[in-house]
């Protein structure tokens, strides 16, 4: 019973710990800090920005 209850509260010590370091990159990658000048839009194929047309 001891062993049971040890892992237990191990168990919920460590999870948030775990779930927060985890969780201090989630999204970045997927968003965009770049802006494209008035005239352009990102075009994801070329990583850059590309002249509208029309």
Same mark, same amino acid.
């Given at each position: 019973m001891k062993t049971k209850t040890l892992v237990? +509260? $191990? *168990?919920?010590?460590?999870a948030?710990?775990? +779930? $927060? *370091?985890?969780?201090?990159?989630?999204?970045?990658?997927?968003?965009?800090?770049?802006s494209c000048a008035a005239g352009t839009v990102y075009d994801v194929d070329s990583n850059s920005c590309v002249?509208?047309?029309g």
């Open positions: 237990v +509260t $191990l *168990a919920f010590t460590l948030p710990t775990l +779930t $927060l *370091a985890m969780g201090c990159n989630y999204g970045k990658h997927d968003q965009q800090a770049m002249a509208t047309t």
